[in-house]
């Protein structure tokens, strides 16, 4: 398979991002060609986005990456803004755009909801999502059900350009991850994510200390009666285990909730334990990693990059007839 995945520079890589997409992308590395893209241009999209967070935002992230498992022997890593073809197709494939179409877009919608101000980026940007995919002849992606839509979005763009133009693009096709949506551990009705608080994820880099903090307060519930069902907060206090714990361990903690006996401390100590087996060889990978070899990682996968999206831009160019 060609696979193409994106991510936002936005700081702090937390468990949600891990489990949910960087596990996925690390282990897609062994047979397929793989490319995976730091969205700056999307990252712009923020209004509370600064140039110099931004810049340390790329670096860290790319420090993250590489500490958790991408390979650049492996596969491509490269920043968005580094290979210019991303905004010119993005361009070409808007004029194949319909604007009712983006006009459903529900994250547009959910994002723009009690904003002041909504930037034209926003509105945009599943045809810049959708340029980064196509213009590496993608045929497969890795998104959440959150993106489904998006995905769907650009499988009729390049059917719309294949349609006007001449068959060309291929219509990509999802690889949903089997990791369910990790939930904030200080209010489980939530999603881990950065934009509630820290003390609504973990991070993968966090002290010790302020994990333990994290899960040691995370939601429960009040007594526990046997045969009770999970309440959202132990259920999210599970999917973790699960995550980072054998099955063994996980399933004589289930016995015992259900039983009414189990202790939500020795819940936690044990979460707390196999998250950290999971972790610590992630962030003695990451105290290994230079600047420079970022740098060096970033500027070759850029190059094999570039290689790729001249090529698809020049034929879509004569395509389109701008050559």
Known sequence: MRIFS????????????????????????????????????HALTNENTRPEELRKAKQDLALDLLACGIDPEKSILFVQSDVPEHTELCWILG??????????????????????????????????????????????????????????????????????????????????????????LA???????????????????????????????????????PGQPMSPGVANLFTLLELVAPAEVTEEFKRLHQEGKLLYRDLKE????????????????????TEKDVEEVLAAGAERARKIAKEVIREVRARVGLD
């Open 6 to 41: 994106g991510i936002q520079p936005t700081g702090t890589v937390h468990l949600g991002n891990y489990f949910g997409a960087i596990k996925q992308w690390v282990e897609l590395q062994e047979g397929n060609f793989c490319i995976y893209c730091i969205v700056d241009y």
């Open 95 to 184: 004029c194949v755009t319909s604007f009712g179409d983006l006009t459903r877009m529900t994250q547009f919608k959910e994002k723009a909801k009690g904003q002041e101000f909504v930037n034209g980026g926003l509105f945009y940007y599943p045809v810049l999502q959708a340029a980064d995919i196509l213009l590496y002849l993608a045929d497969h992606v890795p998104v959440g059900e959150d993106q489904l839509q998006h995905l769907e979005l650009a499988r009729r763009i390049a059917r719309r350009f294949n349609w006007r133009f001449g068959e060309f693009f291929p219509e990509p096709e999802p690889i949903l991850g089997k990791v369910p949506r990790l939930m904030s």
């Open 187 to 225: 209010d489980p009705t939530r999603k881990m994510s950065k934009s509630y608080g820290p003390d609504h994820y973990i991070g993968l880099m966090e002290p010790e200390e302020e994990i333990w903090r994290k899960i040691r307060t995370a939601v429960t519930d009040v007594g526990l009666t």
């Open 270 to 289: 044990t979460l707390f334990r196999y998250l950290m087996e999971t972790l610590r060889p992630i962030r003695e990978r990451r105290k290994e990693l």
